[in-house]
């Protein structure tokens, strides 16, 4: 079993920026890829970014490149997600997730966090 909490949502204006972290506990290794999502009230569930177990391979969403970095401390479990630029689109619950499977496929994810609330404000 892998546990996943997410911390470090708020409320931001827009242009603002946020690092929200994800403390992974249990059998890490068994779930590599660890990756970032979000929703918003009404939509589905949207992928944002992946990063591999090493750090040294990511992959973005467009939505997202150039605004959202992720990164990764393995040897502490832990994982960020560095928001830039924040806009009010941004708003959302973001849930970081684990699985054992390709960093460039999108789904698949065994284990999830509760979410952490961000909201940007105009």
């Known amino acids: 079993q892998v546990q996943l909490v997410e911390s470090g949502g708020g409320e931001v204006p827009a242009g603002g920026s946020l690092r929200l972290s994800c403390a992974a506990s249990?059998?890490?290794?068994?779930?590599?890829?660890l990756g970032w999502f979000r929703q918003a009230p009404g939509k589905e569930r949207e992928f944002l970014a992946a990063?591999?177990?090493?750090?040294?391979?990511?992959h973005y969403a467009e939505s997202v490149k150039g605004r959202f970095t992720i990164s990764r401390d393995s040897a502490k479990g832990m994982a960020y997600l560095q928001m830039n630029n924040l806009k009010q689109e941004d708003t959302a619950t973001y849930y970081c997730?684990?699985?054992?499977?390709?960093?460039?496929?999108?789904?698949?994810?065994?284990?999830w966090g509760q979410g952490t609330q961000v909201t940007v404000s105009s």
């Open positions: 997730a684990a699985k054992d499977g390709s960093l460039f496929v999108r789904d698949k994810y065994e284990y």
């Open positions: 249990g059998r890490t290794f068994k779930t590599p890829v």
């Open positions: 990063i591999t177990y090493s750090g040294q391979s990511t």
